[in-house]
């Protein structure tokens, strides 16, 4: 009895958000205490979507800085791990990519604005891409960090005895042993990216305006209404990546 209640507390703590910023973005007034809003309207989507198109424009921005950024640190802590944990130094290393998680993204932004502007990297898309790379990669580092162990090493090195070139070796026997790990990196680095607002508006100086960016300055209009369709259009790419990464995981086993 007690399990069910608590599946379906949490099946309710889930679905409830979601389903409230739909129907307010559907609104066109809600007061309270009505509990369902008084007037209904596609006027929000269709402006955002199809007239102003701000907010579609945000989305794609959001998801090319999103894949690029996960793509880009899923190679790099890829091989940059497999160093560190052979090396003989790995304490030192798995210590150093502890050091951007001291300090926020927001003091983090502070401290590199300067060169990022001399550097001509602020305000635009592939500053804000290399600065979330500073606060990503050693989180995708940290994530491989268990991953290279003795047993795949004997693994690897069984491979080079019986005549496995270093590539055929990595594409034939790494890479296969490693999907689970790349696709948990991958997905954890997208999202550090997706739901990413100080550095974001700070380096990009409130140009590069990702859909994070447009909740708070929706927000900070008190534009209620466009900000849960924002908010809802923020929610539904990590829902399906969840869902694509159950299905990848599950197929890899």
């Known amino acids: 009895m007690i399990s069910k209640v608590l599946k379906y507390s949490f099946v309710l703590a889930v679905v409830f958000p ?36 701000d907010i579609l424009e945000s989305l794609f921005l959001s998801l090319g800085l999103s894949l690029t950024l996960a793509s880009l640190v899923s190679v790099l802590a890829f091989f940059m791990s497999k160093y560190i944990a052979y090396s003989k130094y790995r304490q030192q290393y798995m210590r150093l990519t502890l050091v951007p998680y001291i300090l926020s993204p927001v003091v983090l932004a502070v401290t590199f604005q300067y060169y990022f502007t001399v550097a001509n ?3 635009n898309f592939i500053g804000v891409l290399i600065a979330q790379l500073f606060f990503a990669l050693p989180f995708g580092i940290v994530i491989f960090n268990n991953f290279w162990n003795a047993h795949l090493k004997s693994i690897e090195q069984l491979s080079f005895t019986l005549g496995a070139s270093a590539w055929q070796s990595l594409l034939k026997v790494i890479l296969p042993l490693s999907k689970p790990a790349i696709v948990l990196c991958f997905f954890q680095s997208f999202l550090v990216s997706w739901f990413e607002y100080g550095l974001t508006q700070f ?3 409130g140009k ?11 927000i900070n209009e ?18 399906l990546l969840l869902y694509l990464n159950k299905r990848i995981l599950i197929l890899a086993r």
Do not use: R
């Open 18 to 53: 979601i389903v409230f910023l739909l129907g307010l973005s559907l609104a066109q007034q809600w007061q309270f205490p009505e509990i369902l809003p008084q007037e209904w309207t596609f006027q929000h989507w269709g402006n955002s979507l199809f007239k102003q198109g």
């Open 121 to 123: 990297l602020s305000g």
């Open 203 to 205: 380096i990009g100086l």
């Open 208 to 218: 590069v305006k990702t859909l994070t960016v447009m909740v708070f300055n929706f």
């Open 222 to 239: 008190a534009n209620v209404f466009y900000a849960a369709l924002a908010c809802v259009m923020l929610i539904l790419p990590p829902i």
